[in-house]
């Protein structure tokens, strides 16, 4: 598998460079190193921000918010803008982020939004500033904080749209129509548990009834894919794929075989084990039967086995 590029916070297990002088060792991150390349940053300290420091929070001002250090007075939205811009418009090759949480600078969501520098009052919710102009920039990438990692579903998403983001770089790079085809044949089974809508636009992107030219066949099969991996699959979607490769074994079955991986397909559409259980026993089966269709399918290796958790903060989720 090609590497994808993550821009990662530099307090997550990196550097001890949180507002307090402390460091983040998350695990997720940690289980990573070996599967990607991280380009790691802190945006407070970037902007001249000293560790440890006094805390920086946002705060409206005149209708428009601003990201202030209550202490000393100092208003370092401009600095932090134009951090955010000159460095993610600087970057290439970037698969996805995973930032801290709740953070002032790079909380994806959930950062507190004060009403005014004091103490007290109500607080809403929004995005810190690096974490917006990111979004901003890069609207069809992964970024995810170290917090909603934690959760099933959205780890799984992320795994899977970083590995397949970065692969399809690679192949792009290159402008090899036999590799584009071959990369969308091995995720045939992934697409459609993705988007059945859009699986249908990239074959006929790859179809190329108009003939375009490589370079324009290559835009629309990225904007497709943009599409394709906006949103994580519904366990419905997931389903429908798990039955349909079922079927290309189903007839080799006992019958009290089939009757035990229906019976766990069935658990995981109850929310009572997580999607990789029910995947397992279909690729078990698809490896015991030599399924040569299916063997190469990405439906049932998105990304390193290594990285598959059993794990997450307590809440099964579809």
Do not use: W
């Amino acid at each position: 598998m090609i590497k994808p590029t993550i821009v990662v916070s530099k307090c997550l297990g990196f550097e001890p460079c949180r507002y307090n002088g402390g460091m983040q060792n998350d695990e997720f991150v940690k289980k990573l190193h070996n599967y990607v390349d991280f380009i790691a940053v802190c945006p407070e300290v970037e902007i001249g921000l000293t560790t440890p420091r006094d805390p920086i929070r946002i705060v409206q001002k005149k209708g428009s918010i601003c990201l202030v250090q209550p202490k000393t007075g100092i208003d370092v939205s401009k600095s932090m803008y134009e951090f955010s811009n000159e460095f993610l418009t600087s970057l290439s090759d970037v698969d996805g982020f995973i930032l801290k949480s709740r953070s002032p600078s790079c909380g994806v969501k959930d950062v507190k939004i004060y009403p005014s520098e004091e103490k007290g009052g109500g607080s809403s919710k929004g995005k810190g500033f690096f974490a917006a102009v990111a979004q901003e920039k890069f609207p069809h990438l992964a970024i995810e904080d170290e917090g909603r990692l934690k959760d099933f579903k959205i780890r799984e998403h992320f795994l899977t749209k970083i590995f397949i983001l970065s692969e399809f770089r690679d192949i792009n790079k290159r402008k090899s129509l036999k590799e584009l085809v071959d990369f969308h044949s091995r995720n045939k089974l992934l697409f459609m548990a993705y988007s059945q809508k859009y699986l249908k636009i990239l074959g006929n992107v790859l179809g190329n009834n108009d003939k375009k030219s490589k370079e324009e066949v290559f835009k629309l099969y990225e904007e497709g894919l943009q599409g394709l991996l906006a949103r994580s699959p519904r366990y419905t979607s997931n389903i429908n794929v798990l039955m349909k490769a079922m079927g290309f074994f189903s007839d080799k079955l006992s019958h009290n075989e089939k009757g035990f991986i229906l019976d766990t397909i069935e658990k995981y559409r109850t929310g009572n084990v997580p999607f990789s259980v029910p995947l397992y026993v279909i690729k078990s089966n698809v490896v015991r039967f030599n399924e040569e269709r299916l063997l190469d399918q990405s439906f049932f290796n998105p990304y390193p086995q290594e990285l598959v958790e059993m794990r997450d903060s307590g809440k099964l989720v579809h």
